[in-house]
């Protein structure tokens, strides 16, 4: 920020009345809790959000603060009189202190309202009031030209709602110009049109959106339409203003349409001259019979009454879906002047399924930005495009259900490890340290969770806060862009995209390299502590997590199945107990399944010589089940072994008792069995004997022996209870072992290394979660891919943008590891019971299961499989092409080996859901593109162009993302932020698809793309024309087109030459 000295110092000198507070202050500066220097006194003068320090009053002043992006923190103590003013920027804090507690109030109230943010609010209330004091005036005058029958009992107005499909866009149309004068004969218009809309009751006027500038012609008929969104406030009284201006320099044009008021028309000499407007009232072009106005354009001056004329405008309405019919028109391409016949019709399309899912869709999406476009096809015809850009509720939704089973897992672990019983000195200090660790970071969970129960505002965060820790679990910028085709002799098409900034942990920073090279690096550390814990691999530490979730899943299961039993046979029904005795069977079966692995045995003993007092001849590593035994029958100090009461009931360690327990079990449920079969034996053969005697006594006997089945089953279901709860005391204690292990062999890396990937996944599972719904709403009725999703899974596929220099490799590592835990994930489909559709999380840390809630309607749609409750299978692939500037630095001076090997594991497991998919589906279920190429081929294609390791190779990027189109897979872009690399990649995908598939005339791809690349379309944004809110750009360039992928392919060559000239210049101005 740049200021002129000379002002600033006769700002400081103006007298004591200018200025909003002044007085004495004793002021330092604070880094941290330290002071950098003690307090010195100093003469303060407020003036807007600049304070003046100054040694006296009469003195220059010696610094300026500037309170721009900064908070006050007031101290609660009656007797403290200081305050701190922290900044955003992170530079160090100022420490003030007054002379009293009135005085320190006072300014803490002054510099509060003097921040930026603070003349924020005050601009905002002023804004509110001058806006209420108009509609005052504006609902008395709304009296005068509207009629009686609309006023209501209330006196307010009452305004005609325009009919519409439900969350289809209120309104549309179509504008185009004709004969329009120039100021010069020979000078060739380069016009737009800015669209503002006129609100009945308020009478103020606001703009709304403009469409692209079209080149070279007075006849200029625009690609860009004005589309409505369904919520917005536009009724049949409602007038739209046409405003049409001639720009001359395209360069400053963005810039200067953002800052003028909606009242002014711009100079001539500032890039833009104005050449005419036109009014209509929205009412009369809906009820016109044609659908279209042709409007007079007329340059309003002082010296004409009625303005001058200076062409016409003509408005079209749009219906997406429906006949147009009409004359032919003329379009000028972009660079030859050629004409090109275009007939405005299009062929009535099979509607798109879409109708009875709004309610479940609308749970998930809100805040949808719609633009509309039409494009000329190879055939002289009409294509409309409508692209829309959503923000997704599941941005918060999943992060915050993630962080809550989370907390569940972590307070259930704690007590796990508690539970272990008395241990030796050494173990038990290990696990207070483990436990106090744990404690720690539970805390830290739930004070993330609370902050974000307080949120309020945006459902996305926006790329300026991704370094904000409370919002580190959040994805960045999560949005669906969806683009709908409506093309002539083609069916209507959706293409989707799910746009979001790279998963990654911000906040934590990318110093030393991200998640893949961490948990590398730590597990080969880990190996290395074995003197003070004992290791096991991440597959057994895996497995004992395993392990205790079947043991907290399956125990309930059983007991409540047990029970079950003992209230059938009380009944005496036979059916009932063969059904209660046949699901007790199947999960008991599981259960004693789940303990049939070595793990359990060797961390029984690892446990065993942790008690006190146990003293073994050779230190205790998991060993072999031989060994272990031959160790143990060999000790000859029993009685230095303190007998334990859970572990075992005997002097010395007998692994052979572990498989006795637990076969008991096995053993335990036979004998259940047995006593069914034959209780329903006997019962068989009494009926036949007994069939025709007395049916009073045979009622009675019936009774008996319903009360003879409870009494013989008792004991037996008692007793498999009993060995089951033996079974899951020593599991538990012995696998909670194992995780004490992994956790002391790595404090506090291993639990920091845990919540980074805990952030990573959160954000990359909120995107999955996003991606399916939305897939699975929009491929209801395609009973291929219903077929295909149960039987072999869904493909997603991640396109990343990051480049493998500094910190952006970090991102990638992180994103790496992310997206590979969801192959974790499973999906499944449930009715939803009640109005709330957003999906529900279960599960664990490595095995999570996403329910997805459909209404009734659209669950009976579904195959029976997955009706059933069939868990769903992802699969995750990355493939990473970095194109901007700092991957020519990583290509020319750097390493980018990173990507080339996540380019290649990846294309493996693309590989391999290929010949799942060939293998389990047959070839008719494909999509039908124009021109289907093999998918075999195009693999091979991918595979030659990884393995070819060019600069830049966008080629990768493009034949992933067909081969997933063609896999009915789901998308995603990604990049830092999601903005402006995203934006480019999902913008040109588009152009390519309705080039490739929608036959787009081939002389205006170049300038479809600049449509959908136009700051200028994107409708009603702030001034700061940027996408993001909350966002302040204002010292960003601001340009009207993002740059092609395209021209990135030369930007290494671009470099070096701007490399070797500015060496040169250093060179020329130190000689």
Partial sequence: MRFNAKDLALLAKRPSGCFDKEGKLKICRVVGDEKLIEPRERWCRLKGNLLFLMKNKSSEASEVVILERC????????????????????????????????DCEAWAVALGEANSEGLRNKIQQLRRLIMEIKEERASEEARQFLPSSQV???????????????????????????????????????????????????????????????????????????????????????KIKLTVYDVKDKSQDTVLTSVLPDHKEPRADVGRSFLGCATFRVGDLVKSKEQQLTLTLRFLSRTSDGGKTVGTIEVNLVKMGEFEDGEM??????????????????????????????????????????????????????????????????????????????????????????????????WDNMRKSVIAHCDQMLSMYQDTLAELGKHTGSSFKSSCSKGEKTLEFIPINLHLQRMHVHSPRLKDALYDVITVGAPAAHFQGFKNGGLRKLLSKFEAERRNTG???????????????????????LQPLISSHADLLLNSASQHSPDSLKNSLKMLSEKTELFVHAFKDQLVRSALLALYTARPGCVLKKPAVPRSSAEESDDLKHQNHPSQIKRQDSIPHHSEYDEEEWDRVWANVGKSLNCVIAMVDRLLEKDNSSKTKEGESDPSAADCKVLHAGGDWYEQLYPLVITLKDCMGEVVTRAKQSMA?????????????????????DIVFSQALAGLVCGFIIKLHTSLHDQGFLQQLHTVGLLVQYEGLLSTYSEEAGMLEDMAVGISDLQKVMFKVIEAKSEDFLPIITGRREHY???????????????????????????PVLFNVGINEQQ??????????LQENINQENLELLKEYYNLFTEKMPPDCLPHFQEQNDLKGLLENLHQNIQAKRRKNVEIMWL???????LNGVRFTCCKSAKDRTSMSVTLEQCSILRDEHQLHKDFFIRALDCMRSRQTQGALNESDDPETGCLTDNKPTSRHFYPVALLLVSSHLLVVWLILSLALLLAKYQ
């Avoid at 009751?201 to 006849?219: M, P, W």
């Avoid at 020519?888 to 080996?897: H, Q, S, V």
């Fill in 329 to 426: 028109d003329h379009i000028t391409t972009d660079a030859q002047d050629q004409k090109c016949a275009l007939v405005r019709e299009c062929t009535a399309p099979e509607g798109l399924s879409g109708k009875d899912n709004l309610p479940s869709l609308n749970a998930v999406l809100k805040n949808p930005i719609c633009k509309l476009y039409r494009f000329p096809t190879s055939d002289n015809k009409w294509m409309r495009i409508r692209e829309q850009m959503a923000e997704t509720t599941l941005s918060f939704h999943v992060p915050k259900e993630l962080i809550n089973l989370h907390i569940k897992e972590d307070m259930r672990r704690n007590q796990e490890l508690k539970d272990l019983g008395e241990l030796a000195p050494h």
């Fill in 888 to 897: 020519t630095l990583a290509e020319r001076f750097g390493d980018t080996t």
């Fill in 531 to 553: 003197y003070q814990c004992i290791y096991y691999s991440p597959e057994n530490t895996a497995k004992a997590k395993e392990v205790l979730s079947n043991i907290n899943h």
């Fill in 152 to 238: 209501d009992s209330l006196g307010e107005p009452q305004f005609t709602s325009i009919q519409r499909i439900a969350n289809e866009p209120k309104l549309e149309f179509s504008l185009a110009c004709k004969g329009l004068v120039a100021a010069t004969r020979d000078r060739k218009l380069n016009t737009f049109i800015q669209v503002s809309v006129v609100h009945p009751a308020e009478h103020i006027l606001t703009r709304y959106s403009s469409t692209e500038i079209v080149e070279g012609t007075r006849d200029p008929l625009f690609l860009t339409g004005v589309t409505f969104p369904p919520e917005y406030p536009i009724y049949e009284e409602t």
């Fill in 960 to 966: 992933a993302a067909t081969i997933c189109r063609k």
């Fill in 737 to 757: 072992f194992v995780l004490l292990q992994e956790l002391a062999c790595g404090l506090p890396q291993c639990l920091m290394l845990t919540l980074r990937r």
């Fill in 71 to 102: 908070w006050v923190v007031e101290f609660k103590s009656k007797t403290d009189v200081s305050i701190i003013l922290k900044f955003q920027s992170g530079e160090p804090d100022l420490y003030i202190e007054a002379a009293s507690k009135p």
């Fill in 849 to 875: 299961v996403i329910e997805v809630q459909l209404p009734a309607k659209m669950f009976e749609l579904l195959p029976q499989e997955i009706k059933e409750g069939k868990l769903l299978r992802m699969y």
